[in-house]
């Protein structure tokens, strides 16, 4: 039997209205952490918190706004009136797959801003807390994208070669502290992420998904726990998670029907 290190810790997961964060949310919450969510979408912040005051005996705090905005994330974190434990950097997003010839400039801002900016301006402000108190869990969501390159993907895959190249870094900027570092990287899983890349059109989304059985966001979400659960002294850097029918970024088997 694992034992539970979380119970009672305070954990602030980002992009926590829908997928692998909405997921992590509720494991960390079964587990007896407390939570502060945060997204955009402040309607499921709200009703994700209820959903887990109904079941579980947590704390839950929402924060609204757009991980974009550095301002607006240095306000979250002075307002927390509890240090945060685990940083959980999952907000992100893929933004169209097209060619690099052909690609729109709006798409990339917007990954760069999200999954580059909005995760260091998190890290910066919540790590120079855990410096203070010399403690601290700082868990990134990469991709078999920080790994490999695929076509459509130049951008989205640079955006999480950089987590992986931001994992490693802080990991090294903190030798010395307390404060762990680690990336979780899967490969597919079905959220609502195919539906975001392909700009709300969900029969392409689906076709990504089709005859294959992806990942789920509590697969992953599993996982995530594991990597925040290990004991102190233990700093699990990084981990690669496929689906069996899922080699490589591109090397996928899909069943016959
Ligand atoms: P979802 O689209 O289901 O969830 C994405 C989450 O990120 C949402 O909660 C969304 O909240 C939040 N988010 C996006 N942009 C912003 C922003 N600007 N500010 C604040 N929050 C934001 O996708 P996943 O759960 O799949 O994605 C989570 C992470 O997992 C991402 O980093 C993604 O790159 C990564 N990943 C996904 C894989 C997959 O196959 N699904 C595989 C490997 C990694 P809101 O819209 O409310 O702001
Ligand atoms: C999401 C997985 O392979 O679509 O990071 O890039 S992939």
């Known amino acids: 039997m694992t034992t539970n290190r979380l119970k009672n810790k305070w954990i602030l997961v980002t992009g926590a209205t829908s997928g692998i964060g909405k997921a992590s949310a509720e ?17 499921r912040l709200l009703k994700l918190k209820k959903s887990l005051n109904e079941r579980f005996s947590s704390e839950v705090h929402t924060r609204s706004f757009d991980v974009r905005d550095r301002e607006e994330c240095r306000k979250c974190v002075e307002s927390l009136e509890n240090p945060v434990d685990v940083l959980l950097n999952n907000a992100g997003l893929a933004s169209g797959l097209d060619t690099i010839d052909q690609a729109d400039f709006e798409d990339w801002d917007k990954m760069i801003d999200t999954n580059i900016k909005g995760l260091l301006s998190m890290t910066r402000f919540v790590s120079e807390k855990m410096r203070e108190r010399n403690e601290g869990h700082i868990i990134n969501i990469g991709s078999i994208a920080g790994y490999e390159a695929y076509p459509g993907g130049s951008v989205y895959c640079g955006t999480k070669h950089a987590v992986k190249a931001i994992t490693q870094g802080a990991k090294m900027d ?84």
Not at 33 to 40: D, E, K, P, S
Not at 198 to 218: M, Q, R, S, W
Not at 229 to 240: E, G, M, S
């Open 27 to 43: 494991l960390f919450a079964e587990a007896g952490a407390n939570l502060v969510i945060t997204g955009r979408r402040e309607g």
């Open 174 to 257: 903190l030798t010395g502290t307390n404060i762990r570092v680690s990336a979780v990287s899967p490969g597919m899983v079905d959220t609502e992420f195919s539906e975001v890349r392909f700009h709300g059109d969900k029969e392409e989304a689906e076709k990504v998904y089709e005859n294959l059985k992806p990942l789920t966001a509590e697969d992953v979400a599993e996982i995530v726990l594991f990597v925040a659960n290990r004991p102190a002294h233990v700093n699990i850097l990084d981990t690669i998670i496929f689906p069996v029918h899922q080699s490589s970024a591109t090397l996928v088997h899909r069943s016959e029907e």
